[in-house]
DNA sequence: GTCTATAGTACGATAGAC
DNA sequence: GTCTATCGTACTATAGAC
């Protein structure tokens, strides 16, 4: 497999930037992670960290985009699938898997302290971690689009969702409390349904 | 003065932690801000990075909670009280100041980024920060009790105020746009209304 | 293409002069 | 108490063998 050691790179590198950030994590202990050479990362990443960093925020972006969409189409009623999904996110937050494989299928992904740490040291990341956000938004713009909203009410609330939904993993991730998120789940139903 | 150095140590810390982070920002880096000698870091914080950054955390939490509860007491209804103070947020989010004196009048404060760091890095200092958003959550949940509202309800209104303040402030601050805030003020007022 | 050895720099921390 | 010089380590990045 030709690019079985950039993926396996990718991967590692996803993990250790959400958990210990970008300037918290060290090339080295990628390598280590992945189980890959230092020449494999200059190969396939010239440009060093920070491709590194980009490629990693598009791949967590492509990811968590499609997990939003599959789970909004669950369920008709816009205000019924958000609540619905934010309330599974809950259930995620306390995973702390280190497996390599298994971040595709529950673990909690988030760009937050990676976006918060470039905010204002570093404007490539800090724009690819708002493109993230934005795309993130969009999903939820169409989801309420779909459903009878006019576009401007559904551009407000869905920025309100991404704000509020952000915060509650924030919340429950640094004080491991998931009530944060299962509050904020109401919170959006409740905004949804006033707003239609 | 005894221990200006201390303090002039402390105040560059605080805006660097807040910008940079916990690692991404070097003792040296602080001490060129400061103007201080490397000696007077560690006669000062014998136990290094690690204590200065629990005492700017301490101070920014005692700043901050200040900030709260004297904004919140100008206007008796809760409700109305604390759209007014978010709203006020917002005018601040793009000030971008490095004087450190000024940073105690109208500085964005914010200790999203370290606490996101140490979430899973360094449990002394995400207790710290644990312990910063409790401070703040009290000063809602004092303001909602003093107003009729019961324990068990002003507990879970004041986590949520605390949640939806947090994540406006990520979203703001990473795509540097103030209506995360002004939205998130409305949610407040319509949260505490809906609530009492 | 794949990998190792290493350069060059910045880091946190300390020793010891005054 | 105040400060400087420096230690040892880890960092990002590169050069060059195969």
New binding site residues.
């Given amino acids: 497999m030709?690019?079985?050691?950039?993926q396996k790179i990718l991967n590692a590198a996803i993990i250790l930037f959400q958990d210990k950030g970008?300037?918290g994590?060290?090339?080295?202990?990628?390598l280590r992670k992945s189980d890959?050479?230092?020449?494999?990362?200059?190969?396939?990443?010239?440009?060093?960290?920070?491709?590194?960093a980009l490629e990693s925020i598009e791949m967590t972006k492509n990811f968590v985009d499609g997990m939003i969409r599959r789970n909004l189409e669950k369920i008709d009623d816009p205000a019924e699938s958000m609540k619905t999904f934010v309330r599974e996110m809950a259930e995620n937050v306390y995973v702390d898997n280190d497996d390599l494989s298994s971040f595709q299928s529950n673990r909690k992904i988030s760009i937050n302290l990676i976006a918060l740490e470039t905010s204002k040291t570093n404007d490539n990341i800090r724009k690819a971690c708002e493109g993230a956000y934005s795309t993130f938004e969009k999903a939820y713009f169409d989801k309420l689009v779909e459903n009878g909203f006019d576009d401007d009410k559904a551009k407000e609330v869905s920025k309100t969702i991404e704000s509020l939904i952000e915060g509650a993993i924030l919340m429950s991730t640094v004080k491991k409390d998931d009530t944060y998120i299962l509050n904020v789940a109401d919170i959006i139903y409740d905004l949804i349904k006033k707003s239609s």
Same sequence: chains 1, 2.
């Fill in positions: 030709e690019n079985n050691n950039k970008y300037y994590t060290g090339l080295n202990e990628i890959c050479p230092k020449g494999s990362l200059y190969y396939y990443f010239p440009n060093g960290k920070e491709q590194l």
